[in-house]
């Protein structure tokens, strides 16, 4: 079982940078991580992935070249740094967890609360 937390979420003006940090209870090494997001009256929706490893990572097409996943397994903690922030990323940012056979099928197991992401125009 992991537990995950985010933080760094916030209100930035467009153009701006945030940088999300999901931080986990335990070792997440043996896991692939992702990012979504859920904007008001939406569907959540795939941010950004990367293996275990850290070797592999993808985006979704409407933030790619803008923001930059990472992850440090010694600090059991996953990044989400967002760059060139625009209105329509404003939404709740939540971090998962699944183990790799599964992610391939985009089925993850443990989820965070959420951080709200507000960018202003």
């Known amino acids: 079982q992991v537990q995950l937390v985010e933080s760094g979420g916030g209100l930035v003006q467009a153009g701006g940078s945030l940088r999300l940090s999901c931080a986990a209870s335990g070792r997440i090494s043996n896991y692939n991580m992702g990012w979504f997001r859920q904007a008001p009256g939406k569907e959540r929706e795939s941010v950004a992935h990367?293996?275990?490893?850290?070797?592999?990572?993808n985006y979704a097409d409407g933030v790619k070249g803008r923001f930059t996943i990472s992850r440090d397994n010694a600090k059991n903690t996953m990044y989400l740094q967002m760059n060139s922030l625009k209105p329509e990323d404003t939404a709740v940012y939540s971090c998962?967890?699944?183990?790799?056979?599964?992610?391939?099928?985009?089925?993850?197991?443990?989820w965070g609360q959420g951080t709200q992401v507000t960018v202003s125009s």
């Open positions: 998962a967890a699944t183990m790799p056979p599964r992610a391939i099928r985009g089925l993850y197991d443990f």
């Open positions: 990367i293996s275990w490893s850290g070797d592999d990572t």
